[in-house]
């Protein structure tokens, strides 16, 4: 049987990645929207390859370069082109299957109209769970939603959880005493501290085992991205913070690992490869080819484990933080943390400036429990307008070397 598939954030690397399956099972998946923002032409090649019914971008200009690159390539099948996030929600609510794949807050309101569709919702973007775990929630059980991990540590987790009666993700039994989620440590896990404040955006974006986009990549150096798992684990599985231990995990060969009572210990293992994945949730249960190298175990040669560095790696326990002071705080975290990220691959803060603006805005903001989309959103900006404020303290801050490259 043949399903229908929007892509939100196809021009990213997990769209990219999704394409690169759904190439592979024509039979199966009829692309039906692919979205970007600011890479048009990779959307018009993607356009070109995958003919789809609509295409959507940021704004009208985008919109006519788009049909531009269209047309000078005599495109077979007419697609709609369309701008702007209302957009973005419509192409989630109509297809039988979604990939929630753009990059933080911005990917939010049409993951959330996936869900409240009542689609199958192959969930990449975790910051919609950090910032609306409970409403996300909420809406994925009322709509009849399928709900899906793409995070490859969710998905091992799902994959390790006791099978449910409905062959769906539920909350973890009595049975589950423990899930262990590992963790890379990033570039900088073995990096004399002392030297961390002066790493460069560069440094910070050359993941040693995962190819991933700029935000995710600062995310994994800082940490930052295990505590906003830590969150979202938390809302997928329905399980306390307590119950769920970091352990680093340097070669990124066992994605994570489920608990049991007994004693027994399920791990989910394979190479470093976003197709995992995705492929598995695009065909769950049943499995299809990804394009994923078999894992070679001797060539690994040795798994490492190790505890993880919290005075190295503020971010994380920043993000434990959050997840037990509760209510808006978690959406507080993430909307921080994400201008501290942008003007630090802008060159405009130190690398360890992010963890000091993400707890400067958690100290300065309520962190009022939100209880509708619209009040998540306004947290969300709220927590900018402060983040934006901090950081322009903290750019006095920088080192020499962004000294000299920043425009100011
Ligand atoms: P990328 O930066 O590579 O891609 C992000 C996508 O979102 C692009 O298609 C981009 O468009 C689009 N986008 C960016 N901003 C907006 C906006 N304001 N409105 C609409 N679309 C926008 O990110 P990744 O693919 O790496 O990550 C995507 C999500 O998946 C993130 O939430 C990340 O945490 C999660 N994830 C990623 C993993 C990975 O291996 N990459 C692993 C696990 C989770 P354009 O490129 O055209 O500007
Ligand atoms: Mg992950």
Redesign the pocket.
């Known amino acids: 049987m043949t399903h229908t598939l929007t892509i939100?954030?196809?021009?990213?690397?997990?769209?990219q990645?999704t394409l690169d399956v759904v190439a592979r099972h024509p039979d199966r998946y009829l692309v039906h929207a692919l979205?970007?923002?600011?890479?048009?032409a990779?959307?018009a090649e993607q356009c070109r390859r995958f003919s789809p019914a609509r295409a959507i971008v940021?704004t009208t200009a985008d919109a006519q370069a788009l049909r531009r690159l269209l047309d000078a390539s005599a495109q077979e099948r007419a697609i709609q082109i369309d701008h702007g996030?209302e957009a973005?929600c419509e192409v989630a609510a109509e297809a039988d299957y979604v990939m929630a794949?753009?990059?933080?807050a911005?990917?939010l309101p049409s993951a959330m109209a996936a869900a409240r569709a009542g689609r199958r919702v192959l969930l990449?973007?975790?910051?919609a769970l950090v910032m609306a775990g409970a409403l996300f929630m909420d809406a994925v059980a009322t709509a009849g939603a399928t709900l899906l991990p793409?995070?490859?540590e969710h998905n091992a987790i799902f994959q390790c959880m006791p099978v449910s009666t409905s062959g769906a993700l539920e909350a973890a039994d009595q049975r589950v005493s423990r899930v262990l989620l590992t963790a890379s440590g990033g570039p900088f896990r073995t990096m004399p501290v002392e030297r961390m404040s002066d790493v460069t955006p560069a440094q910070a974006c050359a993941h040693p085992n995962?190819?991933?986009?700029?935000?995710?990549?600062v995310?994994s150096a800082t940490m930052m991205?295990k505590g906003?798992e830590v969150i979202e684990a938390c809302w997928l599985f329905g399980i306390t913070p307590d119950r769920i231990d970091v352990v680093i995990h340097p070669q990124s060969v066992i994605h994570s690992m489920v608990e049991y009572v007994d004693g027994s210990v399920l791990a989910q293992m394979g190479n470093p490869d976003?197709r995992t994945p995705i492929a598995h949730a695009l065909a769950y249960p049943e499995r299809i080819a990804s394009g994923v190298r078999p894992l070679d175990l001797a060539a690994v040669g040795r798994l490492d484990f190790e505890k993880p560095d919290l005075v190295r790696f503020p971010c994380l326990d920043l993000a434990y933080h959050a997840l037990r002071s509760g209510g808006g705080a978690p959406a507080i975290l993430n909307a921080a943390n994400e201008i501290a990220v942008g003007a630090f691959l802008e060159g405009r803060i130190r690398f360890t400036a992010i963890a000091q603006v993400v707890e400067q805005v958690l100290e300065n903001v309520a962190a009022e429990v939100p209880r509708s989309l619209d009040d998540v959103l306004a947290l969300d900006q709220v927590a900018r307008v402060r983040a934006i404020e901090v950081v322009r303290v903290a750019k006095g801050d920088r080192s020499p070397s962004q000294r000299i490259a920043a425009s100011f």
Do not use: C, F, Q, Y
Request: aromatic share 2%; glycine share 16%.
């Open positions: 939100l954030g196809s021009t990213g690397s997990i769209g990645s979205t970007g923002h600011t890479r048009i990779e959307l940021a996030p973005l794949a753009i990059v933080g911005a990917g990449a973007n975790k910051e793409i995070d490859s995962w190819s991933m986009g700029r935000k995710i990549s995310d991205n906003l976003m």
